[in-house]
């Protein structure tokens, strides 16, 4: 009834047009959001204000969604462990000298924390300041005294993320350093009297914590050491414990939300880098050349906005502009955007890090100056910025042109060609074979006789309704297969070396464009057309189906890359090695980078997906160990292995009875550029959406 009151003085028609969002989309949402509520939940991002997550709880109590909100969460608390009032104590200690020692704990605050507490300054009149950290940072060149700890992957663990839901983390290597755990080293200086570091200490001291706390609490049948190595097997163990009942919403609290103050300038989103995170990833090569799943800019960060907000600025993109906001500034690429919002700009965290290595050093622009403190609504969320033309320009790298839209060709032609193919849920319920009947046709007739594949024939099938883009396949196939970093310099010339990348098409307009996304691979064609203009037979074709490269025959003529009409062909101009010499020459593990089982290119060789073939034949001499025939589905590829949406299938086409068969068969599922007759052994299943 209270909320009856409280919205009786508004419209929907006035909300939409003060929002600027479509009417019909409004009353779209909210007809959905009746039609199935008690099964429908709002969220609310973690970036937004808290007003805003008072305003999303209470239309959930209206549809009737907090039924859906999870109770196994009551005994875990993710909430921030200092607030405003907190740092600046902190800070006004430090910088009046009333703090003799600072202990930063796997932390890096003179990057992270917005200028406005100048805690870098106060950090200079500390006497002693330690830092355990994994790496070089901006804080530990300010430390008098920087203790290297291990690696993630070095290091024991454990976790409680939600109410019975206990996890572990164990070492998959020995430190290759002189490092320790930083929990171990925390455990010494507790109780210094008694404890000595070594090694194990952590360890002994995680077993201890799991025998008294999680293995009593199961009174199993089984001693403490079965159950810990069955710990250690299955990675989590659940544990019945009490739930606290979800507690009522008070209505008062959405009455005391405060009017949104008037804003006249820009809104800025400041936003972690998918790849570098919060800069803490930024040392690494492979994400920094790993490009966004959207824009496609590699070795950068940018100032995202609409066609409409450049063109009220009068800049374009790779046009440099000035952010003004909280009384600091920063200078910025632009990137023209379709789908932002008009008056908002959007910059991603992460970048512009000093003393952290090589491959992280002055890339991109340090954002966080421009973040608003704790006590704002949202640090996140910047209003009132100023962005001014400084006449400058920088050039944005990416690898995949961004201005499509402009050009009806291109925006046409993935679409016209087959390359992408798309329907609705409504279409396919209609008629599922309606992808089919787009396909009649495509594939010419052949005057040479089909070649039959008795045995096993390797196969893939990707479903582009469960692929999300995220990449991960990308750095996978990067690891797997020592695929090398050339650097931005290269990129912009189109020497990127990814054998698998994430293709990206837009459609309908730049207000409201659609994005549809697309792994591309080698496509291992049965008629492939790189092999038959090779002239010295490196690529060729093997009994299982295999589109083969043999690395010591290549001469370089990138006559193949120039017929592949996949583009999925890549040539090492240069010997990438060489980037690491130095680490040759001072015995750093630089090898221990490489997979062994893949063999490191050289300068002049052309290279491409295999489709993992290593792990082909290590599973075909495992078969034969075994005494047995080798199966379809003894072989993951590393892409399918790293998918977390299982979007990947790989297997023996010729078995009937496997997945990848299964897929291939899919009404849905098309080859991309069949027309050309290069029977490609990549089956897509075209993406369904709602409307």
């Known amino acids: 009834k209270r909320v009856v009151e409280l919205l009786s003085g508004y419209s929907l028609s006035e909300f939409a047009e003060k929002a600027s ?39 959930n109590e209206v549809i009737e969604g907090t039924n859906l909100y999870r109770t196994d969460q009551s005994t875990v608390t993710n909430y921030q462990l200092s607030n ?40 200079k009149k500390v006497e002693t300041v330690v830092t355990l950290a994994q790496s070089h940072t901006e804080t530990t060149q300010m430390s008098n005294w920087v203790l290297p700890i291990n690696h993630d992957l070095e290091s024991w663990n454990d976790y409680k993320t939600r109410t019975g839901f206990f996890s572990m983390q164990q070492p998959v290597i020995y430190p290759l350093y002189s490092t320790r755990q930083k929990e171990a080293v925390l455990l010494v200086w507790i109780d210094q009297d008694t404890k000595k570091f070594n090694e194990d200490l952590y360890h002994n001291y995680l077993m201890d914590r799991w025998q008294n706390e999680i293995y009593k609490k199961l009174n199993l049948a089984v001693d403490f050491k079965t159950f810990w190595y069955s710990a250690l097997h299955d990675g989590v163990v659940f544990v019945d414990e009490l739930v606290s009942s979800i507690p009522s919403y008070k209505i008062d609290a959405f009455y005391n939300i405060p009017k949104p103050p008037r804003t006249n300038g820009y809104t800025l989103i400041l936003s972690q880098s998918y790849v570098a995170g919060d800069g803490r990833f930024s040392n690494n090569g492979w994400l920094q050349e790993l490009p966004h799943p959207v824009t496609k800019v590699v070795w950068d960060n940018y100032v995202a906005m609409s066609q409409r907000t450049a063109g009220t600025l009068r800049v374009n993109s790779n046009d440099v502009i000035k952010l003004s906001a909280n009384g600091r500034e920063v200078k910025l690429p632009v990137l023209i955007q379709p789908g932002m919002a008009d008056d908002t700009v959007m910059v991603e965290l992460g970048y512009g890090r000093t003393n952290t290595g090589t491959v992280a050093d002055e890339v991109g622009v340090n954002a966080n100056v421009l973040m608003n403190s704790f006590k704002s609504p949202s640090r996140w969320i910047v209003s009132n910025v ?28 993935p679409f ?27 594939r010419p007739k052949s005057i040479y006789k089909k070649f039959e594949y008795t045995g096993i024939k ?11 883009g995220c990449s991960i396949c990308v750095i996978s196939c990067n690891a797997e297969n020592n695929i090398p970093v050339v650097g931005k310099d290269q990129v912009s010339v189109g020497r990127e070396m990814q054998w698998l990348r994430i293709d990206r098409y837009y459609s309908g307009s730049p207000d409201l464009p659609r994005v549809s996304l697309q792994p591309m691979l080698c496509q291992q064609c ?54 690491f010499e130095s680490g040759y020459y001072n015995q750093q593990p630089v090898d221990m980078m490489y997979n062994p089982e893949v063999t ?39 892409c399918q292995q790293a998918c977390p949406a299982e979007a990947i299938t790989f297997g023996d086409m010729n078995d009937p009875e496997s997945e990848v068969s299964k897929e291939r068969e899919h009404p849905l599922g098309y080859y991309v550029l069949e027309s050309l007759d290069t029977v490609p052994n990549v089956t897509y299943k075209a993406k369904l959406r709602n409307t």
């Open 526 to 579: 049965d008629n492939a057309p790189c092999e038959n203009v090779c002239p010295v037979a490196a690529t060729t074709h093997s009994p299982d189906g295999l589109n083969m490269m043999v690395y010591n025959r290549c001469v370089g003529t990138r006559y193949c890359s120039n017929n592949c009409p996949y583009k999925v062909r890549r040539f090492n101009f240069f010997n990438f090695r060489d980037h």
């Open 600 to 638: 490191v290119r050289s300068r002049g060789v052309m290279e491409k997906c295999t489709f993992c073939i290593q792990r082909i034949i290590e599973a075909k001499q495992e078969a034969i160990q075994e005494g047995r025939q080798l199966k379809g589905n003894d072989v993951k590829t590393a």
């Open 84 to 123: 405003e009032e907190d740092w600046e104590s902190l800070i006004s200690d430090m910088d009046s000298g009333r703090v003799g020692v600072v202990i930063h704990f796997d932390s890096n605050p003179v990057y992270h924390l917005p200028q406005g507490y100048k805690y870098a300054s106060a950090l």
């Open 386 to 413: 100023l962005l001014e033309p400084t006449g400058e320009s920088y050039q944005l790298v990416t690898t995949m042109e961004h201005h499509s839209l402009d050009n009806v060709l291109l925006n046409e032609m």
């Open 416 to 442: 016209n060609r087959g390359i992408i193919r798309e329907g609705t849920l409504h279409e396919y319920e209609k008629n599922p074979d309606f992808i089919r009947k787009e396909r009649e046709g495509d």
């Open 21 to 59: 969002v479509n009417l019909k989309d409004v009353r779209m949402l909210a007809s959905d959001l009746l039609k199935y509520r008690r099964s429908a939940i709002v969220y609310a991002g973690d970036k937004l204000p808290m007003d805003v997550h008072i305003a999303v709880n209470l239309l």
């Open 458 to 468: 390797w196969a893939m099938a990707i479903d582009l309704n469960k692929c999300t």
